[in-house]
């Protein structure tokens, strides 16, 4: 992206800003209809997805989970410009966290922690709010994007506001940062359901009727810094109105079997997906890898139902 062009967007950023919330959704049911109906975007992967994941569900059920799904995806992103406007107060009006006590109980204990955050909700607004939840130091740990002037507007919007010990993390120097922060009662927020590359050092269990790969880096750093983990569970209950659910996964790292944490984690997260099924990010490439072994019988019968009614 030029300079003029990075420019472009961020007014377009501050126009949506000082956007009503009212007038905002009128804009998504807008674009939504745009990406959906007519620009067709990833509506491929997103069916593929959601067949594969469901295989019980009609052909009409996936198609009204889609549709949800493309309207909270453009009000995620619209929302993602209101940060630039909003106030503390502002978003704490608009989420709500229902045991917050958890997560206050682990800093007495003296428990850093990593929040084990999925692609659901709006994960940007929960980023703004959690240092409001304890007395912990955060670190939101990120992937850096490849424009360096995107890149720069967002880490721009994601740490206006924060405390001084708080920290933006690149992925890469996640724990030798963490190692020099030992002194300090860390909460390090990290996305832990991306896709990893699909080598043989990924761990593979079954994800939603489907042979998925994890990354292992959190549950190692867990280990090595003795970090609890604790599942984020941020639904949509309203147009611009979020509620957060923590679930402990382990207090005690080093007391859990061998990938154990991840197991556990792929199991909220599934549990969590089917009760809300429109919240999660399903145009993501989540199962673009394959494991190499020939699949069995019932998931060749899944990709061959995928393959005639992926654009039914």
């Known amino acids: 992206m030029s300079r003029v062009g990075y420019r472009m967007v961020k007014a377009l950023a501050y126009g949506i800003a000082i956007t009503p919330f009212p007038l ?12 959906y109906h007519l620009l067709r975007y990833r509506r491929k992967v997103v069916r593929a997805n959601l067949l594969r994941s469901f295989p019980d569900k009609s052909i009409p059920e996936i198609r009204k989970i889609e549709k949800k799904f493309y309207k909270n995806f453009c009000d995620t992103a619209l929302e993602l410009c209101k940060l630039l ?11 709500r966290f229902t045991n917050p006590e958890l997560i206050r109980g682990l800093y007495d ?6 929040y084990a955050l999925p692609h659901s909700g709006n994960w940007e607004w ?12 955060c670190v939101a740990i990120y992937k850096r994007i490849q424009n360096a002037c ?12 924060k405390e ?6 690149e992925s890469s120097q996640v724990f030798r940062t963490l190692v020099k922060r030992r002194n300090l009662k860390n909460a390090a927020l990290i996305v832990a359901d991306q896709s990893p590359r699909g ?3 990924d761990y593979w269990i079954d994800f939603l009727n489907q042979d998925t790969c994890w990354f292992t880096g959190m549950e190692k750093m867990a280990r090595k810094l003795d970090y609890a983990v604790v599942f984020v569970g941020m639904k949509r209950t309203g147009r611009g109105y ?11 790292p080093d007391q859990q079997p061998e990938n154990g944490i991840i197991e556990q984690y792929a199991r909220s997260l599934e549990h969590f997906i089917k009760t809300n099924p429109d919240n999660w990010l399903w145009s993501h490439r989540r199962w673009k890898h394959k494991r190499k072994f020939d699949l069995e019988t019932n998931n060749i019968k899944s990709n061959k139902r995928v393959c005639e009614e992926a654009m039914a």
């Open 126 to 137: 929960f980023g703004k709010l959690m240092h409001t939840l304890s007395d912990h130091k």
């Open 150 to 161: 995107f890149e720069d507007f967002m880490l721009r919007l994601r740490t206006s506001g």
């Open 164 to 169: 001084a010990d708080d920290q933006m993390v």
């Open 199 to 201: 080598i043989d050092t």
């Open 242 to 252: 979020y509620e957060v659910t923590f679930e402990e996964i382990c207090r005690n």
């Open 109 to 114: 204990e003296g428990k850093s922690l990593f």
């Open 85 to 95: 406007k909003m106030t503390r107060e502002d978003l704490e009006k608009r989420v």
């Open 24 to 35: 905002l959704y009128i804009q998504s049911d807008l674009y939504a209809f745009l990406l």
